[in-house]
C-alpha cells in the first residue's frame, strides 16, 4: 500500500552535512507519524528522530540533538533528515519509517511501532 524510498546517502568528510529525503507513494500522511532509523554494521537498529505529521511536532535521539534536524513538505509527501557537523560515529545505514496513526512518545523509539520501511540509504563520515 505505502511504499518509502530514501535518497541522498553517500560519502562526506567529519563536520560535513548530508541532506536524507524520503518520498512516500501514499496520497496522505495525515494521519501518520514518520521517523528516521539507522543501522550501523553488528549493532541494532536505533531511533534518530521523529515527526508528526499532523501538527509537525519533532523528537530527536540524544546522540544526534542539536546536528540534525527532520522536517516536512506536505506538497511533495517527503520527510527530510539535515545532518550538520558529522562525525565517524554516525556512519550507518539510514532508514525512513511511518506509522498510521498519531506518534505516540511510548512507543517512537521502538522498530515494532512502524509498519512501514524504506530499503534504506548508507551514509559514510570519514575522518
Known amino acids: 500500500q505505502v511504499q518509502l524510498v530514501e535518497s541522498g546517502g553517500g ?3 567529519a563536520g560535513g552535512s548530508l541532506r536524507l529525503s524520503c518520498a512516500a507513494s501514499g496520497r496522505t500522511f495525515s494521519s501518520y507519524g514518520r521517523a528516521w532509523f539507522r543501522q ?4 541494532e ?13 519533532t523528537y ?3 546522540s544526534v540533538e542539536g546536528r540534525f534536524t527532520i522536517s516536512r513538505d506536505n506538497a511533495k509527501n517527503t520527510v527530510y533528515l539535515q ?3 558529522l ?8 532508514y525512513c519509517a511511518a506509522k498510521v496513526g498519531s506518534l505516540s ?6 522498530l515494532n511501532a512502524y509498519a512501514y ?3 534504506g540509504t548508507q551514509v559514510t563520515v570519514s575522518s
Not at 40 to 43: L, T
Not at 87 to 94: F, I, N
Open 11 to 13: 560519502l562526506v568528510q
Open 45 to 57: 537498529r536505533e531511533f534518530v528522530a521523529a515527526i508528526s505529521w499532523t501538527d509537525g511536532s
Open 40 to 43: 550501523a554494521p553488528g549493532k
Open 87 to 94: 562525525k565517524p560515529e554516525d556512519t550507518a545505514v539510514y
Open 105 to 110: 512518545r511510548a512507543t517512537m523509539t521502538r
Open 60 to 62: 530527536y535521539a540524544d
Open 117 to 119: 520501511w524504506g530499503q
Open 83 to 85: 545532518m550538520n557537523s
